[in-house]
Structures are given as C-alpha cells and as structure tokens.
C-alpha cells in the first residue's frame, strides 16, 4: 500500500514548513535531512527553479515567479513559508473566492523537488513488484495529477498495455503482464467521503494483481517522469 504525498500531521505541524497557511521555517523535508527548501530556493539557478515550478507544479508563471524569486533573496534570503508564499501570490492574480491559494503549485514543486518525490515514486514501484508474491496486491493512492500519471502509466506497462493504449485492448502479445489490474480505472473517494474528510477530494486509488511473471524494470523516460534541467535553460 502507497498512500503518497506529504501527511495531515507534517502539513498541520507549522515547524516542518510545509503549508503556506502556517507561517513556519522553509523545510518541506519529509525525512527532515538533507537540503531544504529555503537551500533550495535561495540558491538554484533561476533556470532551475522555472523548470521546477512548470514541471512539478504545472506553473504557468513558472519564469516569473522564478525571476521574483531571484530577485527577492537578493535583498534577503528567503527563510519562511510565509515569505515564500507572499513573494508567489505577488505573481499572481488575486485568487476568486473558492479557487486554491496561489501559492500551491509553486509548493508542490517545491515539496516535490525537496523531497526528489517522482524518482522515489518510480524506484517504489519497482521495488513493490520485485517485493510482491504472485497474487500479492500493490495499491496506491494518488493526491495530484503529475503522480496519478506516473502510477497509471507503471501500471498500463506493468499489465502488458502499452502507455496511451485504450484500457480495453488486449495486452500487447509477447509481453507478459506483470501486473493484472483490480481497478479498470482509478477509484475516487464519493461525495461521502470527501465531506468527511475534504483533503481526500484529489484522491485516485489504483491496484494491481502481481502475477508469476518476473519483474521487469522500467526507466524514469518509460514512466513519463519530468526531467529538469541541471542549469541555466528556461
Ligand atoms: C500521505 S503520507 C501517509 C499518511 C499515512 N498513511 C497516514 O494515514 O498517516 C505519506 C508519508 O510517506 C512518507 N514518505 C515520503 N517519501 C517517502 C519515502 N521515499 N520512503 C518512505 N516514506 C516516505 C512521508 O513522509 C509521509 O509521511
């Protein structure tokens, strides 16, 4: 079971610095070593930072948040998610009522960045299926549309089908299914569930049967992760 993302307790703890609604230090690290967001904002390229914000947050306003971001830290380093979030919504258009924070695409990337989420993603994954006995079950919960593409597109590999294919074909011959699929397609929570528990509202759930047939490793580019450039591109 993979239930992704970063938890209820780590986003309500101001001091782990994940939510932009608690004014906190600029951490995001989920196994609280290593760099952290304030290392990563005050100190990436503008470049990098661009192609973190528009491939992991799908940011339209990518470069110029990036360019806001740079020349903020210019003045003094960014240290807080208050900040962080204050320089982003200065971006952006003042939000509408019911629409999200402006600031939660640029987390997200950063988070995901931070936390190097979509390599650990893959790299789970596969160790599930070399893990798994046949007739195990891998179940994963998804929480945003980046990562729900990757485990869709593990499991359409996995089960014999070609990425992109239409999920009634039949598996390509010649490849065997690692995977036989429990879920047609990925589960939602219900009205239900989401006025319980609101945060679920982005949920999918997939789960996959393992078969007998030996794993089989996959490539980040076969899994559609996004590449971000080392330095100085976009
Ligand atoms: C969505 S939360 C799980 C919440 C849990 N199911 C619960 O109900 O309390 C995902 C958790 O996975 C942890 N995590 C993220 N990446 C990880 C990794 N590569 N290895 C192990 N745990 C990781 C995060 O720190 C986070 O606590």
């Keep these: 079971m993979l239930d992704l993302g970063v938890s209820s307790m780590q986003l309500d703890q101001a001091e782990r610095g994940f939510s932009f609604l608690r004014d906190g230090p600029l951490d995001m690290r989920m196994s609280q070593d290593g760099p952290t967001a304030a290392d990563l904002v005050n100190m990436a390229d503008e470049g990098v930072l661009a192609d973190i914000l528009y491939n992991y947050g799908e940011e339209r306003a990518s470069r110029r948040i990036a360019r806001a971001i740079v020349g903020a830290r210019a003045a003094e380093p960014i240290a807080t998610t208050a900040r962080l979030a204050e320089i982003v919504a200065k971006c952006l258009p003042r939000p509408k009522p019911g629409q999200s924070h402006p600031a939660t695409r640029s987390f997200q990337a950063i988070r995901i960045a931070v936390n190097a989420e979509f390599s650990e993603l893959a790299e789970g994954l596969q160790a599930a299926e070399r893990a798994l006995k046949p007739g195990g079950l891998l179940a994963v919960v998804t929480f945003h549309?980046?990562?729900?593409?990757?485990?869709?597109?593990f499991f359409q590999l996995a089960s014999g089908h070609e990425a992109h294919a239409n999920r009634y074909a039949p598996a390509k011959t010649g490849t065997t299914a690692r995977f036989d699929m429990v879920t047609r397609k990925a589960v939602a929570p219900d009205a239900?569930?989401?006025?319980?528990?609101?945060?679920?509202?982005?949920?999918?759930?997939?789960?996959?049967?393992?078969?007998?047939?030996?794993?089989h490793p996959v490539s980040p580019a076969d899994l559609g992760l996004p590449e971000i450039q080392k330095k100085g591109r976009r």
């Design 145 to 153: 549309s980046l990562e729900d593409r990757i485990v869709k597109r």
């Design 192 to 215: 239900a569930e989401i006025a319980r528990n609101p945060r679920a509202r982005s949920a999918k759930l997939r789960i996959g049967r393992r078969t007998a047939a030996p794993a």
